[in-house]
């Protein structure tokens, strides 16, 4: 009876010890870590959840460029297994992402461990006709988030936008998902005109060079794109989240 109170005390101790981990996703399945990553992860963000082999089993989820690895970690009295490595306690676990941050996955590549995934996410402050959420859709259960849900800040909606070489005003449809800001020649196209990649953009700001209100510009490499909305609520909405975006990647570099 003792025995059997001990060993429960040592395992609640542990559940303690992990819960101020703020990368520690508990019961988060493995197709939700996925989801997680691939949408609002960069290159070596990584989580730890349970694993579905039992108590005292553990998965390291860990994003490689377009695709998720998962690395068992196993709970032993008071430490940790990973790998071929045993650690005395949590702080030593921890210790060893940040001396030691790289791992061998199946093929041999090796995974850079850069930042931890919080359970608890920043969204920006934006307003409610911004659709800020992970969108849950239908998995292998009914819990699950699928790899390719939207990342938490999603936005859509008609632009007009200005051409490159004859500098003409067109509405477009505009999608805004992970690090990406596709336009279309319309709502039902399925195919983009152009996808914009936000990691190479420097800014976004109101802009009030152009012979029209409510616009706002991005600044690339190449071009600054100028594009208008309907109204400067809407600008400023597209703004807010475009500016969180690129604040996101910036914490990720």
Request: proline share 3%; net charge neutral; hydrophobic share 35%.
């Amino acid at each position: 009876m003792s025995s059997y109170s001990s060993s429960t005390s040592t395992a609640e101790d542990m559940s303690d010890e992990l819960e101020t981990l703020g990368w520690y996703h508990s019961d988060l399945s493995r197709h939700a870590a996925e989801a997680l990553l691939l949408s609002n992860g960069s290159d070596g963000s990584y989580l730890l959840r349970n694993s579905n082999e039992g108590p005292g089993c553990f998965a390291l989820s860990v994003r490689a460029k377009d695709s998720v690895k998962h690395f068992h970690v196993m709970r032993k009295d008071s430490g940790y297994a990973f790998g071929f490595n045993e650690f005395a306690s949590l702080q030593d676990f921890v210790n060893h992402f940040a001396n030691q941050p790289l791992l061998g996955s199946d093929t041999g590549t090796l995974i850079v461990l850069k930042c931890p995934y919080p359970w608890r996410v920043e969204e920006p402050s934006i307003y409610e006709s911004v659709r800020v959420h992970t969108a849950i859709q239908t998995g292998r259960t009914e819990n699950d988030l699928v790899a390719n849900a939207p990342s938490l800040g999603t936005k859509e909606g008609y632009l007009v936008k200005q051409g490159a070489i004859v500098k003409n005003w067109k509405q477009r449809w505009f999608t805004l998902n992970r690090y990406e800001l596709k336009y279309f020649k319309d709502k039902m196209c399925e195919e983009p005109l152009r996808t914009l990649d936000l990691r190479a953009c420097s800014a976004v700001q109101f802009d009030y060079s152009q012979d029209r209100v409510n616009c706002f510009c991005l600044v690339f490499p190449e071009r600054t794109f100028y594009l208008c909305a309907k109204t400067g609520v809407e600008a400023d909405e597209w703004i807010k989240i475009l500016r969180w975006k690129l604040s996101q990647i910036r914490k990720g570099r």
